[in-house]
């Protein structure tokens, strides 16, 4: 069975302090592995696509990496605004749906 | 950018009413996804859409759920008989094909008393 694990459940951080989320899978085959933002009361907002191990993306303060097992999303130099949920999700061979991991709730003090 | 638009962004219904959530998929896109959050939980697949069927469905998808494209813009997701446990957050999403990113909408929040 596919699944995603994501790590930690919730982080605090001050403003500036950088960290890394972790997102760890096990799925058949990857066809994508994505990471979304998600504010309360909100849609997942997408942020990235990573297809192959070693493959990096980044914007702004954030930055995704892929290995063959798991991704990290690393944020640095954070800002309050940064503050949100950070979804992880993975999409195995074909047209399928995304599995999705339960998130890293993500607080940023001032 | 264009964006999935989702409405209503609240529904709240009396538990065996029926209910349609409305959705609007980013206009080039051709594959089309409902997916449910129940508080506190992950989000969790319902069903995918292309070429005006069904191309994959989950458990929770069962015979109370329907999807439809009446016209060349909007994709709606219906319930039939509503459960108290049918109460969630109901995202949908859309994609240029597989392995290119699900855009979503900001849901409509689904309330059964």
């Known amino acids: 069975e596919d699944q995603v694990t994501q790590s930690p459940e919730a982080l605090r951080l001050q403003e500036g302090e950088s960290s890394s989320l972790n997102c760890s899978y096990t799925?058949?085959?990857?066809?994508?592995l994505f990471w979304y933002r998600q504010d309360p009361g909100k849609g997942p907002e997408f942020l990235f696509t990573l297809y192959s191990a070693g493959e990096e993306k980044e914007k702004e303060r954030l930055k995704a990496t892929l290995t063959k097992k798991e991704s990290f999303l690393h944020i640095t130099a954070p800002k309050p605004e940064d503050s949100a949920t950070y979804l992880c999700?993975?999409?195995?061979?074909?047209?399928?749906?995304?599995?999705f991991g339960k998130g890293t709730r993500l607080s940023v003090i001032a | 950018e264009p964006e999935v638009t989702q409405t209503p962004s609240h529904q709240v219904t009396q538990m065996g009413q029926e209910v349609i959530l409305r959705c609007v998929p980013i206009?080039?896109?051709?594959?089309f996804y409902w997916y449910r959050q129940i508080l506190g939980q992950k989000v969790e697949f319902l069903v995918s859409?292309?070429?005006?069927?069904?191309?994959?469905k989950s458990e929770i998808f069962d015979d109370q759920f329907s999807v439809e494209r009446p016209d060349g813009s909007n994709f709606t997701l219906k319930i039939r008989s509503t459960k108290l446990e049918d109460s969630a957050m109901y995202f949908c999403?859309?994609?240029?094909?597989?392995?290119?990113?699900?855009?979503f909408g900001d849901g409509t929040r689904l309330s059964i008393l």
């Open positions: 859409f292309y070429n005006n069927e069904i191309s994959e």
């Open positions: 799925v058949s085959g990857l066809r994508g």
């Open positions: 206009s080039n896109h051709l594959y």
């Open positions: 999403a859309s994609s240029e094909g597989g392995g290119k990113a699900q855009h």
């Open positions: 999700a993975v999409q195995p061979p074909g047209n399928t749906p995304l599995v």
